[in-house]
């Protein structure tokens, strides 16, 4: 079946590790996301990928990186945690072609820093 | 630039009353409009979406919303509310070509009352 995974669902780490969120889609699509969703609900952009070896930067500056070397994988990485990051992050994806851009969502990881 | 506010950010009904949630955007183009649900600990998901095709769309769960450009407006409506339509709602646009990533709302969380 179709979809969008992301691992772990949730983790607990104390401050100053690297970590990395995983994203992956049997979707077929071209397009993800990375978005970071405050307490408050608020959904933030911190990373997109129009294919493999493009991303670009979103509306919320991050200090995390993306990578894209395969269509269906899109990690992120913490390269030293800190409690700020603490969080929820959500990653998308859609079709590179559809004329109307809605996007798929996986369940999300939420991140706590102690 | 294409935006969308949410009025207000918690709204609490009765069960089998109506539920009514308010999107107003913002775009210099015709838009498309879109409409998620969030449910606790998971990803968002597609509940509706308007692509000019017809100014009263229909999407699941019983949910529909009306496009209304004169009032820049695509409400968010269902005639009687259940206890599991309690969740986070999310409304999103994007261009009409689809090619930018969505930009999304703060957020709704509707709560039912027994």
């Known amino acids: 079946e179709a979809d969008i995974y992301q691992t772990p669902r949730y983790l607990v780490i104390g401050t100053g590790k690297k970590i990395t969120l995983e994203c992956s889609q049997t979707?077929?699509?071209?397009?993800m996301y990375w978005y970071q969703q405050d307490p408050g609900m608020e959904l933030h952009l911190i990373h997109y990928?129009?294919?493999?070896?493009?991303?670009e930067k979103g509306d919320l500056s991050s200090e995390s990186t993306v990578s894209r070397i395969r269509t269906e994988h899109f990690p992120l990485t913490l390269e030293s945690a800190r409690p700020s990051h603490t969080s929820q992050y959500l990653c998308a994806s859609s079709v590179l072609t559809s004329p109307y851009g809605e996007q798929f969502f996986g369940p999300g990881t939420r991140l706590t820093v102690l | 630039a294409q935006s969308v506010t949410q009025l207000g950010s918690h709204v609490s009904v009765s069960e089998g009353a109506l539920v009514l949630l308010r999107c107003n955007y913002s775009s210099s183009v015709p838009p498309y409009l879109f409409w998620y649900v969030q449910y606790p600990n998971q990803g968002l998901q597609l509940l509706l979406k308007y692509t000019s095709a017809a100014t009263l769309v229909k999407g699941i769960n019983g949910f529909e919303a009306e496009f209304k450009k004169s009032e820049t407006s695509f409400h968010l409506t269902k005639p009687s509310a259940h206890m599991s339509d309690a969740a986070e709602y999310f409304c999103a646009v994007t261009l009409l070509s689809g090619n930018t990533p969505l930009v999304f709302g703060k957020g709704t969380r509707l709560s039912v009352i027994a």
């Open positions: 990928s129009y294919g493999v070896n493009s991303t």
């Open positions: 979707m077929g699509h071209d397009k």
